[in-house]
Structures are given as structure tokens and as C-alpha cells.
């Protein structure tokens, strides 16, 4: 499923702090998913349909060599994986075993895959840079997932950075990490995100300008009087 043309020009222009600061106003709060770094400096901002997978913890019988080449393996979860998905990845926080390393990385990008959000970390550092895929997680470490981690399925809930990710939900991120945008929410958020920039912009030429916080940033009547003044002159 894609993003609709309009909604994704407008998230285009905004950042992942609005959208939080946007999302809270709605009343979402836990939408931030931690341990998300960028993996390189100077990453591109990316906007997408979240492709889930899970992990569960190591559990000797069923996380060995011989499981990924099973049917149910993060080898056939990549060939589902639609183009201009984000995938996201619940590894449960786990640091000390790669997820996926550089031939996996390869794939994803190969079939035009946006880029890799997990709150677990990968493998093969150099090699994954060198696939050019885009990757937020915690960092890198040498071992297999198996030494750590069982994979279980792709396309369900789960839950990455402690932020309840659906199959379809939007996702956003930039320097800052990864932001959900919960599907339902997606067309009203980018709408309200809109509308904070352009204020925030206003708020910062004002700052610029040698104006003090208080009723500014925050807004009071006054302000916000001249903010919207200078927003329909703007908008012609």
C-alpha cells in the first residue's frame, strides 16, 4: 500500500521532532522507537509503509544455521518485502547478535527496499554501509541473530524500540530516529505537522528577530494574531 501523493508531499518538508510534538497533541505519546540511530552520518529522511518482522529470544532447538533456510526465515520475509517499504525490525533490543548482515542488506536494496529500522543491531558493518540501504539500529556486532535471537514471522504486530508498530503503519525517520505514524492518523497528522512548521518557522524569525520566549513559544492571543496575519499574507 502506497502513501497517498498529497499526504506524502506534505510529511515531506517536516521532521520527525513535529511529528512527535504533533502526535502528542493527539494524545500519543510512546511513538518514538529507541535505539534507532542513523547507522551513517547523513542518511536521507525516508517516509514509508512499515514491513514488520519479529524476533523472539534464541531458543537452541530452532534458531541454528539450518533455520534460514527455512520457509519461515528472514531470507523469505525479504522477497515480501514490497518496494518503498521501510522494514522494521523487533529484535527486542538485542546488541549483541546481527540481525541481518551485508548479503541480506544487499537484497533489501536490490528490490527497492527504502531502508532498515530496528532496535537490534546489524552485521558485517563495512559491507552493509557499502549496499548504500539506509539503516537506523544501535549499531554493529559480529555474531549471527541465531546466537541470540529466533526469527518467528513477518506482516503481524510487533513491538521495536517500545513503540507498538502495526503491518502498514507509516514510519519516519531522519537524524532524530524512527517515528510512527499510526495508519489511521497519517492524511490529519501531516495536516497539523504542516501547520506547526510554518509556525514554528514564524516562531524562529521572531527569535531571530531578538523577541524573548515567553508568549511566543508557546503563542499567546497576541502572537498568535500576528502569526496568523503574517501567514495569510503569505499564503497570498
Same mark, same amino acid.
Given at each position: *500500500?502506497?502513501?497517498?501523493?498529497?499526504?506524502?508531499?506534505?510529511?515531506? %518538508?517536516?521532521?520527525?521532532? @513535529?511529528?512527535?510534538?504533533?502526535?502528542?497533541? =493527539?494524545?500519543?505519546?510512546?511513538?518514538? #522507537?529507541?535505539?534507532?540511530?542513523?547507522?551513517?552520518?547523513?542518511?536521507?529522511?525516508? !517516509?514509508?509503509?512499515?514491513?514488520?518482522?519479529?524476533?523472539?529470544?534464541?531458543?537452541?532447538?530452532?534458531? @541454528?544455521?539450518?533455520?534460514?533456510?527455512?520457509?519461515?526465515?528472514?531470507?523469505?520475509? !525479504?522477497?515480501? #518485502?514490497?518496494?518503498? /517499504?521501510?522494514?522494521?525490525?523487533?529484535? *527486542?533490543?538485542?546488541?549483541?547478535?546481527?540481525?541481518?548482515?551485508? !548479503?541480506?542488506?544487499?537484497? *533489501?536494496?536490490?528490490?527497492?527496499?527504502?531502508?532498515?529500522?530496528?532496535? %537490534?543491531?546489524?552485521?558485517?558493518?563495512?559491507?552493509?554501509?557499502?549496499?548504500?540501504?539506509?539503516?537506523? /539500529?544501535?549499531?554493529?556486532?559480529?555474531?549471527?541473530?541465531?546466537?541470540?535471537?529466533?526469527?518467528?514471522?513477518?506482516?503481524?504486530?510487533?513491538? /521495536? %524500540?517500545?513503540?507498538?508498530?502495526?503491518?502498514?503503519?507509516?514510519? #519516519?525517520? $531522519? $537524524?532524530?530516529?524512527?517515528?510512527?505514524?499510526?495508519? =489511521?492518523?497519517?492524511?490529519?497528522?501531516? @495536516?497539523?505537522?504542516?501547520?506547526?512548521?510554518?509556525?514554528?518557522?514564524? !516562531? #524562529?524569525?521572531?527569535?531571530?528577530?531578538?523577541?524573548?520566549?515567553?508568549?511566543?513559544?508557546?503563542?499567546?492571543?497576541?502572537? =498568535?494574531?500576528?502569526?496568523?496575519?503574517?501567514? =495569510?499574507?503569505?499564503?497570498?
Amino acid at each position: *500500500m502506497t502513501i497517498d501523493a498529497d499526504t506524502l508531499a506534505a510529511l515531506s %518538508g517536516i521532521s520527525t521532532a @513535529t511529528i512527535t510534538t504533533v502526535l502528542l497533541k =493527539k494524545g500519543l505519546r510512546n511513538v518514538w #522507537m529507541r535505539g534507532t540511530k542513523p547507522l551513517r552520518p547523513g542518511q536521507p529522511k525516508l !517516509i514509508g509503509r512499515a514491513f514488520t518482522l519479529r524476533f523472539v529470544p534464541a531458543r537452541e532447538d530452532l534458531a @541454528t544455521p539450518e533455520s534460514w533456510s527455512s520457509p519461515i526465515s528472514t531470507r523469505a520475509a !525479504i522477497e515480501a #518485502m514490497p518496494e518503498g /517499504c521501510i522494514a522494521v525490525v523487533d529484535a *527486542m533490543g538485542v546488541t549483541d547478535a546481527g540481525i541481518f548482515g551485508d !548479503i541480506l542488506c544487499a537484497r *533489501m536494496a536490490k528490490r527497492g527496499v527504502a531502508g532498515l529500522v530496528t532496535d %537490534g543491531v546489524v552485521r558485517d558493518l563495512a559491507g552493509v554501509l557499502g549496499t548504500g540501504l539506509p539503516v537506523w /539500529c544501535q549499531g554493529a556486532a559480529a555474531p549471527a541473530s541465531v546466537t541470540g535471537l529466533t526469527f518467528v514471522n513477518w506482516q503481524e504486530p510487533i513491538g /521495536c %524500540g517500545g513503540v507498538a508498530v502495526f503491518p502498514d503503519d507509516v514510519v #519516519m525517520v $531522519d $537524524d532524530d530516529g524512527a517515528v510512527l505514524i499510526p495508519q =489511521k492518523l497519517v492524511a490529519d497528522v501531516a @495536516t497539523l505537522a504542516a501547520e506547526q512548521e510554518r509556525l514554528e518557522e514564524w !516562531i #524562529m524569525s521572531q527569535v531571530d528577530g531578538g523577541a524573548s520566549l515567553p508568549g511566543l513559544y508557546p503563542p499567546n492571543a497576541e502572537n =498568535k494574531a500576528r502569526y496568523e496575519a503574517w501567514a =495569510k499574507q503569505r499564503n497570498g
